[in-house]
C-alpha cells in the first residue's frame, strides 16, 4: 500500500536503507577504487546511515516519553534528525557527500512551503520530493571541491533528473529516482577510466542507489525490482557487470594493482573531524586545505560542518581546522591499512596489519604507549548479552560482554569499542541477535582497518552463543577456533517465549494482547495462555527432532519453580535429555531455551 511522505516514512526509510547497505556493504567494499582503493565504501555508507537512523529513532522515543498524547514528531523534526544523524556520523568519502545529500533533501522537506504533507493536492509531496532531490544533489557538488562524473555525484543528478520528469505521486517520483540512479551507476565506467579498467561500477553510486531503493519502499510499500543492484548487462566501455547485475567483486581485487590512486599513488593519510565555525572560516578552510591534498569534502552548515580530506600531513589539515574553529570527533586512518586488507583479501579472515602507523584509531593522532601492542592478549571473545546473569557468565568463561538494551539495536561503534577493550590481536565476535549480524559485521570491518583479526560467528540468540563459547579454545590456531565455535553454535536449535503486546496475525494464528507466544527460530509457533504451558509445548517440539542437552535461560520476571518445573518435565518425558539451567535475568524474554 503507498505511504504519504511523512515522519513514519523517513523512520521506515532510514530502517530500510540501513538493512539494505548491512546486505550490500561487502559487494560495496569490493568495488571500492575511487578515489582511494581502500574497501571500505561499503561499511562508511552503513554507519553513516546507522548514525542517521539513531537520531530519527532518538527523536520518535522523544516524544513518547514526554507527557500528555505523543503524535510523534512532524516531518520536519524527522528529516533534519536525520541529516544531523548522518552529519555528526558521516564517515569516509561517500559517508560524508550522502551526509550532504540527506541535509539537502531534509532542507525542502523541512520547509514549510514544500508542501509535502500539506494541502497542496494530491501530488503536493510529489512536487516536495522532487525538488528535494535536486536541492540534494546540488548541495552534494558544492560540497565537494572538485566534482568528478561517474561517481556518486552523477548518480545523485540523475535521480534528481529523472524524479523532475515523472508525473504522480510520491512513490512514483521515489521509484522513478531510483530508476534513474540505477542506469546512471550503469553508466559510471563509461565517464571513469579507473572503473573501467576494474570492471567495476562507482562504489559511491552503487550505495546511493540501495538508499534510494529504500526510500522507493518506504513510500510505495513494495521493494524495488533488483534492488540496490545495477542492471544487468554489459557496459559500453567494457566488461563492468557479472550477468546478475552486480559488480564482480574478483574483478575489483584484481585491478587494484593498475589503479594510479590509492596507497602509493596518493596521499598517505584521511583525515575527517567536525568542525564548529561560522561560514567564512569554512570558506578560507576549504582554500587551505585544498592546497594541501585532495578529495576535500567539506558539508554541513548552520555552525556544524563535517570535514573529510586526503593529506600527506594529517597534522597541518588538524591545525587547519583548530584555526577555523572547534574540531572535534577527529579520525585520521593511514591508507597502508586498506593495502594490508587488500594484500589479504582471499583470507577467510582477515590478518592484522604489520606496519605500525603509531596512531590509535580510538583517539587519532595520539600515540600507543611502548609495548602497548606486545601487552594485547593473543584472542578474546565479545559476546552481546542480554541479562546480568548472561553477562556475569559469560565475563566468567573469558569473554567480553557488550550489554543488550531492549527495544534498542545496538550501533556498529558500540561493538567495535568492545573489540578494543577486549585488546587482543585476534576476537571472535558473537553477536547473538539475528538482528545485529550487518551491525556485527560492519563493527568486525573497523576493527580489522585497526589491525585486528576478527571473525563474527552468525549466532541467533544467546543459547547459540553459550554453545559457541563453551568449545572456545585459545590453544587452538584462529581458524580451528572459529570452525569449532561456528559449529557448536550451528548445531543448537533456539526458542524463547514473548507476551503479545497487542492482537495480531502470526504464522501460529491470531494472538491477544497478554497472548505467551513461543518462538522456534525466531517464528511463532505456539500461542499460550501462561509460560510454563507454553514452554512446554515448545519444549515437546523441539526434542520430537532429537537433543541430548536443553539449556533454559530464565528471565528477569519469570515466577519461583518455572525452571525446575521444566527440567521435571523434560526428564519424565524425553529419555537421556539432560538439563541445564541460568538466571538469565533479561528483560522482556521469560525464557529463551537451546537445544543441542
Do not use: K
Not at 520518535?60 to 507527557?67: E, I, L, T, V, Y
Not at 573501467?196 to 534510494?212: C, E, H, K, N
Not at 505467551?516 to 526434542?543: N, Y
Request: glycine share 14%; with cysteine.
Amino acid at each position: 500500500m503507498p505511504h504519504t511522505l511523512d515522519a513514519d516514512a523517513v523512520r521506515t526509510w532510514c530502517g530500510l536503507a540501513l538493512d539494505a547497505l548491512g546486505r550490500a556493504r561487502e559487494e560495496i567494499d569490493a568495488i571500492n577504487v575511487y578515489p582511494v582503493a581502500d574497501a571500505d565504501t561499503g561499511t562508511n555508507l552503513y554507519l553513516t546511515v546507522e548514525s542517521a537512523t539513531q537520531a530519527v529513532t532518538a527523536a520518535f522515543d522523544g516524544h513518547a516519553a514526554a507527557p500528555g498524547p505523543a503524535p510523534g514528531p512532524s516531518l520536519p523534526e524527522a528529516v533534519r534528525a536525520m541529516a544531523h544523524g548522518a552529519l555528526i556520523g558521516a564517515r569516509g568519502n561517500s559517508g560524508t557527500i550522502l551526509a550532504q545529500l540527506l541535509r539537502g533533501m531534509a532542507d525542502v522537506l523541512a520547509d514549510g512551503d514544500g508542501g509535502v504533507g500539506g494541502a497542496a493536492g494530491p501530488y503536493g509531496d510529489a512536487d516536495g520530493l522532487r525538488r528535494a532531490l535536486r536541492r540534494a544533489a546540488e548541495l552534494a557538488y558544492r560540497g565537494v571541491a572538485h566534482p568528478v562524473e561517474g561517481t556518486v555525484l552523477t548518480v545523485a543528478r540523475a535521480a534528481a533528473d529523472a524524479a523532475a520528469r515523472t508525473e504522480g505521486g510520491p512513490a512514483a517520483v521515489a521509484r522513478a529516482a531510483y530508476e534513474g540512479a540505477r542506469a546512471a551507476l550503469e553508466a559510471t565506467p563509461t565517464q571513469l577510466g579507473v572503473l573501467a579498467r576494474a570492471g567495476v561500477v562507482d562504489a559511491g553510486g552503487y550505495g546511493l542507489v540501495v538508499v534510494l531503493g529504500a526510500l522507493a519502499e518506504a513510500v510505495s510499500g513494495r521493494p524495488p525490482t533488483a534492488a540496490g543492484r545495477p542492471p544487468a548487462g554489459p557496459v559500453a566501455a567494457g566488461p563492468v557487470t557479472a550477468p546478475d547485475g552486480c559488480p564482480a567483486a574478483g574483478h575489483a581485487a584484481g585491478a587494484h594493482g593498475s589503479v594510479g590512486e590509492g596507497p602509493g599513488g596518493g596521499p598517505a593519510f584521511e583525515v575527517i573531524y567536525l568542525l564548529e565555525a561560522d561560514g567564512t572560516a569554512v570558506a578560507r578552510l576549504r582554500d587551505r586545505l585544498d592546497a594541501l591534498g585532495d578529495s576535500l569534502v567539506v558539508v554541513g552548515g548552520d555552525g556544524l560542518w563535517n570535514v573529510h580530506v586526503h593529506v600527506d600531513d594529517a597534522g597541518a589539515a588538524v591545525e587547519a581546522g583548530i584555526e577555523a574553529g572547534r574540531p572535534h570527533r577527529i579520525r585520521i586512518t593511514h591508507f597502508g591499512t586498506a593495502a594490508a586488507r587488500r594484500a589479504h583479501a582471499d583470507e577467510p579472515y582477515p590478518r592484522p596489519r604489520t606496519e605500525d602507523t603509531g596512531q590509535r584509531p580510538d583517539r587519532p593522532g595520539a600515540q600507543e604507549p611502548p609495548g602497548a601492542r606486545a601487552d594485547r592478549a593473543a584472542r578474546a571473545v565479545v559476546a552481546v548479552v542480554p541479562g546480568e546473569g548472561l553477562a556475569a557468565l559469560c565475563a566468567e568463561a573469558g569473554a567480553t560482554t557488550v550489554a543488550a538494551r531492549p527495544g534498542e539495536r545496538l550501533a556498529a561503534g558500540e561493538l567495535a569499542q568492545a573489540v578494543r577493550r577486549a585488546r587482543a590481536r585476534e576476537v571472535v565476535l558473537l553477536p547473538n541477535d539475528a538482528e545485529l549480524r550487518h551491525t556485527a559485521a560492519a563493527a568486525a570491518a573497523q576493527a580489522r582497518a585497526e589491525g585486528v583479526r576478527v571473525a563474527v560467528i552468525p549466532t541467533r540468540s544467546p543459547v547459540q552463543g553459550l554453545a559457541a563459547l563453551a568449545v572456545h579454545e585459545p590453544g587452538r590456531s584462529f581458524d580451528e577456533d572459529v570452525v569449532a565455535m561456528t559449529s557448536a553454535a550451528g548445531a543448537t536449535r533456539y526458542a524463547e517465549l514473548a507476551v503479545a503486546e497487542r492482537q495480531s496475525w502470526t504464522m501460529a494464528g491470531v494472538c491477544q494482547a497478554g497472548d505467551v507466544l513461543g518462538l522456534i527460530d525466531g517464528d511463532v509457533a505456539v500461542i499460550g495462555d501462561g509460560i510454563a504451558g507454553t514452554a512446554e509445548t515448545v519444549l515437546d517440539r523441539m526434542l520430537a527432532a532429537g537433543g541430548e542437552l536443553v539449556t533454559l535461560v530464565v528471565g528477569a520476571d519469570v515466577p519461583d519453580g518455572v525452571a525446575e518445573h521444566l527440567e521435571r518435565h523434560v526428564r519424565d518425558g524425553h529419555f537421556a535429555v539432560d538439563t541445564v539451567i541460568y538466571h538469565g535475568g533479561q528483560p522482556g524474554v521469560p525464557l529463551i531455551i537451546g537445544i543441542e
